[in-house]
C-alpha cells in the first residue's frame, strides 16, 4: 500500500547528500533514536546530530513525524550511521563496549582510509567480545563526504 512505501522510503534513507556550492556536500539526517557522527575535514573532534527520540516499530496506523536536520560538510569529512549494536555488544564479563568508547576509537581511526577503519574496528570488536555470543544486530556505515 501507499503507507508501507512510505514508511519503507523513510527509513531506509536516513541522510541524503546534496552537492553545495565550493565541493562542500549539504547532509540532510532524520534518524530514528539514534544519531548521525560526523568529523570534520581537518578536525580531530567527533561531532553528532541526535535523532527523533522516536521509535519506528509502532503501528502502520500511526503518524510519527521525523526531524529532518541539515549541516554543510567540507570535502574530506567523513559521516557515520550505526545501530546500537557495536556499542551494545558485551565482554566476558558482561561489559558493553559502550557508545562512548566507540566514538572515542572514530576519533582515532579516522584519518585511517575506511576499508582500513572497517579492518580495525572487527578487530577491536572480535578482542573484545572473546567469544562471547553477538547479542544485536551489528551495523556501523562511514562515507567519506
Not at 567527533?46 to 567540507?74: M, Y
Not at 569529512?77 to 563496549?97: C, E, M
Not at 576499508?115 to 562471547?132: A, I, P
Request: aromatic residues 6%.
Amino acid at each position: 500500500s501507499h503507507k508501507c512505501s512510505d514508511l519503507f522510503i523513510t527509513y531506509l534513507v536516513p541522510v541524503v547528500l546534496d552537492t553545495a556550492e565550493n565541493q562542500a556536500t549539504q547532509v540532510h539526517f532524520s534518524g530514528a533514536k539514534r544519531p548521525l557522527y560526523y568529523i570534520k575535514k581537518g578536525q580531530d573532534k567527533l561531532e553528532e546530530i541526535r535523532g527523533t527520540r522516536l521509535s519506528i516499530g509502532t503501528s502502520p496506523d500511526t503518524v510519527q513525524t521525523f526531524t529532518t536536520q541539515s549541516i554543510l560538510l567540507e570535502t574530506g569529512s567523513i559521516i557515520y550511521l550505526s545501530t546500537d549494536g557495536y556499542a551494545d555488544q558485551n565482554s566476558k564479563q558482561r561489559k558493553a563496549f559502550t557508545s562512548r568508547r566507540l566514538k572515542q576509537e572514530l576519533v582515532a581511526m579516522h584519518h585511517h582510509p575506511l576499508s582500513q577503519q572497517k579492518l580495525m574496528l572487527d578487530k577491536m570488536l572480535t578482542q573484545y567480545m572473546d567469544k562471547t555470543d553477538q547479542r544485536d544486530d551489528i551495523l556501523l556505515i562511514g562515507k567519506k563526504i
